[in-house]
């Protein structure tokens, strides 16, 4: 099966702060070697700590910056350097979902304008001829049809991301990244967004990039899971085996924080804690960035970078020192 998106050696830079008496610029390396492939119909979850570069990796996608090294191949074309009208085209079928729905509205404009805004852009209804497909879109996630002539402002947060939602569907994509989607709603709702995304990747076999920090979340809709770490992935599996037998020590750490429901589980668990601050991204370590906090740390580790290998069947990790 043809993915619908694959990444290949993904490495993003952006232009730091002036270094030296001339004031020179230089590159910071935001996102290196990033590699992974997502289905038809699969929901990649893209987890890391803030600053991580999951966002960045999005955007890149999202052809919303520029890749400096790599391959991103979306529905077998490759996309890399594509601009133009054959990008305007293609953003019909990569579509975003923002994480924060209280100003990714339009304030000045009713639902059913936000809504019908892509249509009209790509041509591909009137203002008038979209009100049906509107009314269709709205139904589909769970808003009432008088929420078409009403105001962002007179919605809640979970509504809001619906509307959100529903402006993704409008073009009818095969992807949506959806970058922190429920991180700013309250926890009583998020569960009610996430089980809307699952039902529409069900019924419309939507593929996601699914980027979060909150692993519980992740866990409940991701099919396979990808780690970052400063830049890089550092493991990436199945869902279940990366949560129930994680590989690099990072993933390790990040999953021990996770709370479980059965309170005596949560009182027998040990709670990993590597020492040290998270790299700086424009001032990274040599070799793993992660091995000034790793305890497993060698002298390789130090100066080669590790490689995502494969481990055990479809688990891959960067790391030296951990096998399958």
């Not at 073009?171 to 991180?183: C, G, R, Y």
């Not at 060698?298 to 020192?321: T, V």
Request: glycine residues 8%; aromatic residues 4%; hydrophobic residues 40%.
């Amino acid at each position: 099966m043809t993915p619908t998106l694959s990444v290949t050696g993904l490495g993003i830079d952006y232009e730091g702060r002036t270094v030296g008496l001339i004031r020179r610029r230089r590159a910071i390396n935001a996102v290196s070697d990033v590699s992974f492939d997502i289905a038809p119909g699969e929901t990649l979850g893209l987890v890391g700590e803030s600053g991580s570069g999951k966002t960045t990796v999005g955007r890149a996608i999202l052809r919303r910056i520029n890749a400096a090294q790599g391959r991103i191949v979306f529905e077998g074309q490759d996309i890399t350097r594509l601009s133009g009208e054959p990008l305007r085209r293609l953003r019909a079928r990569m579509q975003i979902v923002l994480q924060d729905p209280y100003t990714s509205l339009n304030p000045r404009q009713t639902v059913a304008a936000i809504v019908a805004e892509p249509l009209i852009v790509h041509g591909l209804a009137s203002r008038a001829a979209a009100r049906e497909q509107v009314l269709a879109l709205l139904d589909r996630v769970g808003l009432p049809e008088d929420a078409a002539d009403r105001y962002p402002h007179s919605f809640s947060g979970g509504q809001r991301q619906r509307i959100g939602i529903a402006r993704a569907l409008a073009l009818k994509p095969a992807l949506i990244v959806a970058d922190e989607p429920v991180s700013a709603l309250d926890v009583s709702v998020r569960a009610q967004v996430v089980n809307l995304m699952q039902d529409l990747q069900a019924e419309l076999g939507l593929s996601y990039l699914f980027i979060a920090h909150d692993l519980a979340i992740v866990r409940h809709i991701s099919h396979r899971v990808a780690i970052m770490y400063a830049g890089r992935i550092v493991e990436i599996a199945p869902r279940d085996e990366i949560y129930d037998r994680p590989i690099h020590p990072y993933t390790e750490a990040l999953l021990s924080a996770v709370p479980v429901a059965n309170p005596a589980a949560q009182r027998a668990r040990r709670r990993i804690v590597h020492p040290g601050e998270s790299v700086d991204i424009a001032d990274p370590p040599s070799g793993c960035r992660f091995h000034p906090r790793c305890p497993l740390a060698s002298e390789r580790c130090r100066i080669e970078a590790p490689p995502l290998l494969r481990k055990r069947g479809a688990h891959f990790a960067a790391c030296w020192n951990r096998g399958g």
